[in-house]
């Protein structure tokens, strides 16, 4: 079982960058593809990025696709996103997810972390 704690959060500007990051409890992070996800009010989980658990494979949402990065640092049980070209339209919660390999599917990751709000200002 693995604990996840989302931060970095903010409210930034459009054009704007930030970082989210995802720390991991327990020993057996590297076990554990790593993904992002976002909710925008009323509507469902949406796929933002996943990380392998090597950290060798990435996907992206077309949305953030040449804005995000994903990375993970296993030795500190992290996972990050990083966030240039903010646009209005990003804002809302994003979350952290753990499961078994890389999904862009809600259902496939067991492990949530509790959100994180980004607020981009036009």
């Known amino acids: 079982q693995v604990q996840l704690v989302e931060s970095g959060g903010g409210l930034v500007q459009a054009g704007g960058s930030l970082r989210l990051s995802c720390a991991a409890s327990?020993?057996?992070?590297?076990?554990?593809?790593m993904a992002w996800f976002r909710q925008p009010p009323g509507k469902e989980r949406e796929f933002v990025a996943v990380?392998?658990?090597?950290?060798?494979?990435?996907l992206y949402a077309g949305s953030v696709k040449g804005r995000c990065t994903i990375s993970r640092d296993n030795a500190k049980n992290t996972v990050y996103l990083q966030m240039n070209g903010l646009k209005p339209e990003d804002t809302t919660v994003y979350y952290c997810?753990?499961?078994?390999?890389?999904?862009?599917?809600?259902?496939?990751?067991?492990?949530w972390g509790q959100g994180t709000q980004v607020t981009v200002s036009s």
């Open positions: 990380i392998s658990r090597s950290g060798l494979s990435t």
């Open positions: 327990g020993r057996t992070f590297s076990s554990y593809a």
């Open positions: 997810a753990a499961g078994p390999t890389c999904s862009d599917y809600a259902a496939h990751y067991a492990y």
